[in-house]
């Protein structure tokens, strides 16, 4: 598993306007995790939630990881003041999480969406 340094697999995972199977283009979830370093318990919580992503939405969502070592004004900004928080845009609202989202469940109630896969 690479680290956070690595940007070009953690850093953003676009998802956004890729073509549907009908030729359309399907609007994202824009989701961005905060975490401070790469540890072992920041690239666990990053897979349980792209896991999450993958299961849910596929090819529907964006995920950003900023690492509150590389960027701490990051979380003044968006009012981030434990880590891992989870920022996600859902019809128009912001949702904010916190945890390590293993429990695709829960993750879903915290979200509002239903705990059923669509």
Known sequence: MAGLGDTSERRRHPAKDRPTDDG????????????????????????????????????????EVVDLHDDPAAAAERGVFVTPTLLVEIEGKTRKLVGDFGNATAVAQELGLSSAKP
């Open 24 to 63: 359309a283009t399907a609007d994202a979830y824009e989701c961005t995790m905060y975490v401070t370093g790469s540890t072992a318990t920041s690239n666990a919580t990053i897979e349980h939630f792209r896991h999450f992503c993958e299961d849910r939405w596929a090819n529907r969502y964006v995920l």
